[in-house]
């Protein structure tokens, strides 16, 4: 076989090695993902004041970080807690 055959058949089979493990990287991403869809649909849903507690902290730290005022932040946890406690 000459000096650019077996360099044709290595770049070859070093390219389909490479394609075959991306190709795995994928499909373990994908597993993963479905893994934690999985997770979060059966996970139980938290009562209606730790969802509040959870929104509280969160708007807390939108205020902290300057991407929301505080006067928004009060606005928007009302609402919320209106559909949330009120079912709506």
Known sequence: MSNQAVRYVTKSAAAAAGS???VA???ATAVAAAALAASVV???VPDAASRMDGVHSDLLRAVQLNQI???QAAS???KLAGRIFGGA
């Open 20 to 22: 075959i493990g991306a």
């Open 25 to 27: 990287a994928t499909a």
């Open 42 to 44: 059966l996970s139980p």
């Open 69 to 71: 005022t505080l006067e």
């Open 76 to 78: 928007f946890e009302a």
